[in-house]
């Protein structure tokens, strides 16, 4: 079964720093990845997603994410944090061959501080 | 905006009661998850519907049942409310048949049992 984990419940980081959300995952089939987001009283919006062609994917608000097989890690980043990234960053996988569904991680809350 | 949409927004019942939830998919997408978020659980998948069949299943409770009509819109439906079923219930959508589309969330209905 697939399985998700992020690694920090809880981020936080000045305005302009790095962000770095982590996230591995374990799958026995070649997975896809996704990034999604949610911001306070609203639903999940996609930020990138691998699915098997590049390993590095850039998504929405400067996001991107490396895909290394040989970790099993699908960690976010963000070069310069903004005020507005301040949410609730979820990783999650959906397998090649099965199912559709996704399989979430438990989260990670963002922090910025001024 | 994604395109999907749920009513209602808030929910508030008392235990034993029955609810429905519903859900509009994006114009187009055949198929219609549902998903559950709770501080002790996470974000879970409860239940899949593509053209009007179940396609897969989650840990969904005995209690609650789901369906897809004609018009491809889904109904959850929730029944001998517990308290511990207090969550914030997501719908999403997409075209359906593949693990690498994406999942389309919708607003969600926060559901409070007292």
């Known amino acids: 079964a697939q399985s998700v984990t992020q690694l920090g419940s809880h981020v936080s980081v000045s305005e302009g720093a790095l962000v770095l959300l982590r996230c591995n995952y374990s799958?026995?089939?070649?997975?896809?990845l996704f990034w999604y987001v949610q911001y306070p009283n609203q639903g999940l919006q996609l930020l990138l997603k691998y699915t098997s062609a590049a390993t590095l994917v850039k998504g929405i608000n400067g996001f991107e994410a490396e895909f290394k097989k040989s970790e099993t890690s699908f960690h976010l980043t963000k070069p310069s944090a903004h005020m507005s990234d301040a949410a609730e960053y979820f990783c999650?996988?959906?397998?090649?061959?099965?199912?559709?569904?996704?399989?979430f991680g438990q989260g990670t809350r963002l922090t910025i501080n001024p | 905006d994604s395109g999907v949409t749920q009513t209602p927004k808030h929910l508030i019942t008392a235990t034993g009661q029955r609810v429905t939830l519903r859900c509009s998919p994006r114009s187009g997408d055949l198929s219609v998850y549902w998903y559950q978020q709770s501080l002790d659980q996470g974000l879970q998948f409860l239940i899949q519907y593509y053209n009007g069949e179940e396609r897969a299943k989650g840990n969904i409770l005995e209690r609650f049942s789901a369906q897809q009509f004609p018009d491809l819109h889904s109904e959850l439906n929730l029944s001998s409310l517990e308290l511990g079923d207090s969550a914030l219930y997501f719908c999403a959508s997409n075209i359906g048949g593949r693990g690498d589309d994406t999942q389309y969330f919708g607003p969600g209905t926060r559901l409070t049992v007292l």
């Open positions: 799958s026995s089939v070649p997975p896809y």
């Open positions: 999650a996988v959906s397998d090649l061959a099965g199912a559709q569904k996704l399989v």
